[in-house]
Each structure stands twice: as C-alpha cells, then as structure tokens.
C-alpha cells in the first residue's frame, strides 16, 4: 500500500456544546475540525496508509490551524489550494436519549464552495495514486464543487485509479438550484465503490428496500433486506464492483446497533451487529466506516468478508471517541474483530 489515497472535499471548523447542552444553554463551545473526505483521510493516516486531503482553503489562521491538525495525524496537505475569504462552520448540539443531535451549518460562500474546474490540477494530484474517494457533500455545497467534483472523477477513471463514493445525502445543502438527483448520476457512473444508506438511496435514486421504515426499526436492521437496494444501485451504475450499505438502528440518540452488508455482485457479505449502548460522538462514524472500508480493501485484497468487518469494527469505535476523526489504529480494529468489546484496561 505504497501509493495514496486522495478524498476531496470541504473540512469545517466544529462548534459544538459541551455535556449535552442545548445550544440556548452553552456560554462556551468546543472548537475541533471534521468534514467527511477528511475524516476519511485521518481514519487511514492512522491505519499507515499514504493519504493526501486536497480542498481550498482561505490564508488564515483558522484555516491554517486545521491544516497543522490534519499534518499532526500524518495526513498530506501539499495538494491543499488557496483562495477564498472564509472556512465553513458548523454548530453541533449533541442529543441524549429521546432529544436528537442537530446540525447548523454556516457554509455558504465558504473557499471550496467558490472553486471552479481547473483550480485543481487533477493529474498532477493523481500521480502517485490508486484510489480516489469523494462524498456527496461535496456536490451539494455548488455547482462550482460539483463541477470540479466530476473533473476529478473523470481524470482518475482516465489514469485507471479506483473510485469510491459515499452517497452522503444532505437536505440542507442542495441549495443553488439543482438537486441531488439531478447532479448525482453523472458522478456516480464512474464510481467502482458505492457506500450508502437506505435514506441516501431513496432520496438521491428513488431506490428503497421494500417494507423498511428507519424510524420503527427498534435498532433490529435486517440485512438481507437491502439485497434489493444494492442489486438495483449495481444496475443502475454498472461501472460499480461492489456496493455497500451502512445499517444503523436508532433505540435513542445515545443506544445504536450499527452493522453492514457488501455486495459484489453475486453475494451479500454481512458484517457482525454491533450493539452501541452509550454513544460518546456518533458524528463521522459513517466516514469511520469509509476508512475502514478503503483500508480493508487495500489490505485484504479478495477477503471482502474481511474488509467489511474491520469497517464496521472500526466505526464502531468511532461512536466511543470524541470529535470527527476516528483515532483508533489497526491493532485495536482487529482485537475488536476477534470479539474482545471487554474494555479492559490495557497495561
């Protein structure tokens, strides 16, 4: 795993209330930074897989701040472009129980949001790399975002470097006049790895397994029922050798079960359930799921069984660790795998 993998995408100053505050009680808010492509780079930074973040930033000091923290975790931030007046922001008010978690964002005209085709020199990015990963976040901040999403795409399928998306369906985003159905099909016909959801499926394609409701799940997912989801995802995008579901089932905002299934086009591979009863920080833990995932491939080549384990294995862990990055290494993926969830003081 000598060459890179690359994400693309916007990384964003976190604001978020301490202790379960609700954001009309916090006086003070913790400051990290998180954005899905880089939450990706950081999970296989640590796995000791070469990765490089590219994104625009503004010449500040907060944007400059980020920069260091993503360095401190082993992440490349040479292919990193400049421009712009301001960095995105989002507030995070952290839920308990039956009281949710909420999201404000304050994004608009951010320094990625104002990028257009041709900023990046994609080729030059690409050269040491086998694998390109990109979320749909990034399309739905605007046009500009989308249009050099695809460029990226399009050079990496022409170098014969992998691609992989997270559908990444977000509501309060797709804002400039085109929606993520219209915008979406295009950067996913050339896509080799396909991760989602069943909510990403259904309002990005149409596509929902039949008689699943995600609100009256109980936290009891069955697998099997997203055989449907993936078999119509793999026709619909044909360039795709595997697609993968996420199978998160809400009890209340601290209790989850969380699990995954991967098909290949011929099986359904399912990973074990996890049973998440007191969730510290579920933020980028679908993104925890992404690393694993690209580092599993890479590291078990033809084990997709093996693969799809450590993912879930490995955001698992997220859920248990503060802040967006999941900063966990492969050891304890793997003691996790093998079944020890023991907790024990490690001496």
């Given at each position: 795993m000598k060459k890179k993998v690359i994400t693309f995408g916007e990384v964003m100053l976190r604001l978020a209330t301490p202790d379960y505050l609700r954001f009309g009680q916090a006086n003070q808010?913790?400051?990290?930074?998180?954005?899905?492509?880089?939450?990706?780079?950081?999970?296989?930074?640590?796995?000791?897989?070469?990765?490089?973040?590219?994104?625009?930033?503004?010449?500040?000091?907060?944007?400059?701040?980020?920069?260091?923290?993503?360095?401190?975790?082993?992440?490349?931030?040479?292919?990193?472009?400049?421009?712009?007046?301001?960095?995105?922001?989002?507030?995070?008010?952290?839920?308990?129980?039956?009281?949710?978690?909420?999201?404000?964002?304050?994004?608009?005209?951010?320094?990625?949001?104002?990028?257009?085709?041709?900023?990046?020199?994609?080729?030059?990015?690409?050269?040491?790399?086998?694998?390109?990963?990109?979320?749909?976040?990034?399309?739905?901040?605007?046009?500009?975002?989308?249009?050099?999403?695809?460029?990226?795409?399009?050079?990496?399928?022409?170098?014969?470097?992998?691609?992989?998306?997270?559908?990444?369906?977000?509501?309060?985003?797709?804002?400039?006049?085109?929606?993520?159905?219209?915008?979406?099909?295009?950067?996913?016909?050339?896509?080799?790895?396909?991760?989602?959801?069943?909510?990403?499926?259904?309002?990005?394609?149409?596509?929902?397994?039949?008689?699943?409701?995600?609100?009256?799940?109980?936290?009891?997912?069955?697998?099997?029922?997203?055989?449907?989801?993936c078999v119509q995802l793999m026709e619909r995008f044909p360039k795709a050798r595997k697609v993968i579901i996420t199978l998160r089932g809400s009890i209340n905002a601290n209790h989850n079960t969380w699990g995954g299934v991967l098909y290949d086009g011929a099986r359904l591979y399912q990973s074990r359930r996890y049973d998440i009863t007191h969730i510290v920080d579920r933020v980028g833990g679908g993104d925890a799921f992404m690393g694993g995932l690209i580092y599993g491939l890479l590291a078990y080549p033809g084990d997709d069984q093996r693969a799809l384990d450590f993912a879930a294995a490995a955001s698992c862990l997220k859920h248990t660790i503060y802040g967006d990055f999941n900063q966990v290494s492969v050891a304890e993926v793997e003691k996790l795998m093998k079944g020890d969830a023991s907790g024990r003081v490690s001496r």
């Open positions: 808010l913790n400051a990290t930074f998180g954005g899905g492509e880089a939450n990706v780079s950081v999970s296989l930074a640590n796995y000791g897989v070469a990765t490089s973040f590219v994104t625009r930033l503004p010449q500040n000091d907060i944007a400059r701040a980020c920069v260091m923290e993503l360095r401190r975790y082993g992440v490349d931030t040479s292919d990193i472009i400049y421009g712009g007046d301001r960095m995105g922001i989002y507030f995070l008010e952290t839920g308990a129980v039956a009281r949710a978690s909420q999201v404000i964002y304050d994004r608009a005209h951010s320094a990625i949001a104002e990028i257009q085709p041709g900023m990046i020199d994609w080729e030059a990015v690409f050269r040491d790399a086998c694998w390109f990963h990109w979320t749909g976040i990034t399309p739905a901040i605007s046009e500009g975002a989308a249009k050099s999403c695809l460029e990226a795409i399009q050079v990496a399928n022409r170098m014969g470097i992998t691609v992989s998306c997270d559908l990444n369906y977000r509501k309060n985003l797709w804002k400039y006049g085109q929606t993520a159905a219209e915008v979406m099909p295009e950067l996913v016909e050339g896509c080799d790895i396909i991760l989602g959801n069943e909510e990403d499926a259904e309002k990005v394609f149409g596509i929902r397994p039949e008689g699943f409701d995600a609100t009256a799940t109980g936290g009891q997912v069955e697998a099997d029922t997203f055989r449907s989801v």
